[in-house]
C-alpha cells in the first residue's frame, strides 16, 4: 500500500516571460497540478504514487525524469502526446495560460493508498474524468481523498455541476478564490467554502493569492496571512500550498486510516497550523522561478511561520 496516490494530468509548462516577444527566453518545464502535488508530497518525505499520462516524446521524456527524480512512483501508460501549457508571466509575476491538452480513459490504478488525491483538468476534461470520479467513489473505505478544482475555465467550460459532484467525495477540498468566482459570480468566497462543507468534506480550504489562504471545518474558521517572500513567479503556488495542506495533515493524524473521526473534529488551533505550513510551502515555492516546491530540510529550516491567531467558529 502507498501511503499517497495521486491522480491527474502532468504537463510540460512552456514559461513566456512578458520581455520575451521573440520566444528567445521561453523556458520548459515540468509541470501539471496533480503532478506537482505528487512532487511535493515527494519532496516532503512521503511514498506517492501518481496515475498521469504523458506520450513517448521529448516532453514525456521530461516529466519521467522530473517524476522518478523527485522519488514519484510512475503508474503511467505512455501513449499519444504530452500535454503541454504555454504559460506566460505577467509583470506580478502571475501566469495566463494557453493549453494543449488530453486526458485519456483508462484509468486503473490497482494499487491502494492511505490517501487519494487529484484535480484540476484530469476530472474535469473527457473522456478520463468519468474514470476519475469512478475512482474516487469506489476507493476503501479506510482511504481519505482530496480534490482541488483548479479550474481553466478554456478547458473545461461551465463546470459547476461536476465539481460539486467532485466536492462531495472529498475529505479535504481546497480552490483559489478564482476557482470560486468563476464557479459561483458575485459570491463571496467564505459562503462558497461553507456550503462546500454542507455537501461533504470535513475541511475546505481557499488561497487568496497575494492576501493569505483562510479554512473553514465543522467548528473552526482561521485566516492566515502570506509568508512575506519576493515573488519569482506564481508557477505551481496553489499545488504547493496542497501538498503541504496535506503534508500537515497527515503529521497530525488526520489523514489515512482511521482519521474521519479526527477530522471532522478538527479544532482551530490545529487548522491554523495546518493551513499556517501550507502557507510557508506555498511562500518557498514562489520564490524561485517554476513549480520547485520545498524539501522537508528547507521547510524545516524556515521554523518562523508568521500567521495570525486562530478563531473558533461562534
Sequence with gaps: MTRFLVVGESIVDVIVSPSAGDGSADRELPGGSPANVAVGLSRLGHDVSLWTHFGD??????LRAHLTGAGVDLLSPVTGTTSRAVAELQPDGSARYDFAVTWPSGITPTITADHLHTGSIAALMSPG???????????????????DPNIRPALVGDCLA????????GDVVKASDEDLAHLYPGVPALDVARRWLTLG????????GAYGAFAVAADAHVIVPPVPVTVVDTVGAGDAFMSGLLDALWQRGLLGPGARPRLKAVTAADLHDVVSRAALVAGLTVARAGAAPPTRKELWLEHSIPGSKPTADA
Design 162 to 169: 461536476p465539481v460539486e459532484q467532485l466536492v462531495a467525495l
Design 57 to 62: 516524446d521529448p516532453g514525456g521524456d521530461l
Design 201 to 208: 468534506p470535513s475541511l475546505v480550504a481557499v488561497t487568496l
Design 129 to 147: 474524468a468519468a474514470d476519475v470520479e469512478h475512482l474516487l467513489r469506489t476507493r476503501g473505505p479506510d482511504t481519505t481523498a482530496s480534490y
